[in-house]
């Protein structure tokens, strides 16, 4: 079996730059490698209605936005299977046998799930869907024996839980029936949880702090005008950090040492900039201005991907629907395997119709 890639995200509004840098870019580059067989993505809508069960429109307008992100960050749908999850029902079935094998007390200590129900509120009043919903990824990520899952560090205890499923499973039902995943995090560091441009330790659409990958070369420059830096920094003559700054933080996860050559001449790479900021003598505003022509050379191909798809939406949804297909094939036939294992295929045992014939009338 070759390396197969499993990833994915919550059509619950536009896909944003820290999306970009933790795991869209990296996709794109594993998708462009050759190196893996069959590469899945998945609009995790069902996922979505967790917690927003009571707005599913909300999440049915943002099939498309995803899609669109998708497609204008470069996934190929000739290479990669992009699909809807709701589409494939083989992961809910796969769901409720794995709730067998996991304890209320194990998903208690999942320490994503803790964070998100407190930023959610739920501590009162956890849905269960959305309590469970380690559960519904291990479905997603085993149906299709995916090996690697490019996630940023925040899901680290998602995948740890889907591998203890896939021990357990494999324990209880037989080896090697379903394939153990690895989570492939970003090379850099910093993009593994790109900050808010307020500073918050996570670019979130309920924080109203991102950059989407959807807005206009306008907004993104009124937005870095806007970041959070050094509250220190009153002066340009008053030396600067670079630890904390969210100017620099971004700079860290989009900079490449060319951008110096085509916008600040000044500098040859990185390093000298935040030299020069720390000891002084650079204000807020040069690097802010820096950081927007960065941007832009890193969008504008985006947003240009994204005009074409605008005007070919019938064409997006032919790409869903075929990935659809194609991923609830796939699903079906790692269930089937998995009900063979768990000894439920009754229908398709023919050992076990010719035992019960046996047993009952060679009497």
Not at 80 to 102: G, K
Not at 334 to 352: C, G, H, Q, R, V
Request: charged share 25%.
């Amino acid at each position: 079996m070759g390396k197969v890639i499993l990833t994915g995200d919550r059509p619950t509004g536009r896909l944003h730059v820290g999306h970009y840098v933790g795991s869209l870019r990296r996709r794109v580059e594993l998708q462009n490698s050759g190196n893996y067989s069959d590469i899945y993505i998945m609009i995790a809508d069902a996922q979505a209605l967790t917690d927003n069960a009571e707005h599913p429109e909300k999440v049915r307008q943002n099939i498309v936005e995803v899609a669109l992100d998708y497609l204008s960050a470069g996934m190929d749908p000739e290479i990669s299977t992009i699909f809807i999850q709701s589409m494939v029902p083989e992961l809910f079935e796969m769901t409720a046998y794995y709730m067998n094998l996991v304890t209320v007390s194990r998903l208690q200590r999942n320490p994503t799930v803790k964070s998100e129900i407190h930023m959610r509120n739920f501590e009162a009043s956890i849905p269960v869907g959305f309590f469970t919903y380690p559960i519904s990824q291990a479905a997603d990520i085993t149906a299709f024996q995916a090996n690697v899952v490019p996630a940023g560090e925040d899901q680290m205890p998602m995948v740890e839980q889907t591998r203890e499923i896939v021990h357990k499973f494999n324990t209880v039902y037989g080896e090697d029936v379903l394939t153990m995943p690895e989570i492939l995090l970003p090379d850099n560091d910093v993009c593994r949880r790109l900050p808010g441009i307020d500073g918050k330790a996570k670019m979130s659409k309920s924080l109203n702090n991102c950059i989407y990958l959807a807005d206009s070369k306008e907004d993104v420059k009124k937005k870095v005008m806007s970041m959070f830096t050094d509250p220190n920094h009153l002066k340009i003559t008053d030396p600067g950090q670079v630890e904390g700054n969210t100017v620099f933080t971004y700079l860290d996860a989009f900079c490449k040492d060319e951008y110096f050559a085509q916008f600040l001449p000044d500098y040859k790479n990185l390093d000298e900039l935040k030299e020069h900021y720390q000891r002084g003598g650079l204000g807020d505003v040069k690097i802010k201005k820096f950081l927007n022509k960065v941007l832009e050379a890193e969008l504008e191909p985006i947003r240009e991907r994204r005009k074409y798809w605008e005007q070919n939406i019938p064409k997006v949804y032919e790409i869903l629907k075929a990935g659809s297909e194609k991923a609830e094939s796939v699903a079906a036939a790692t269930l089937a395997k998995m009900k063979e294992a768990m000894k439920i295929n009754y229908f398709e045992d023919s050992a076990l119709i010719a035992e019960q014939i046996e047993k009952y009338q060679g009497k």
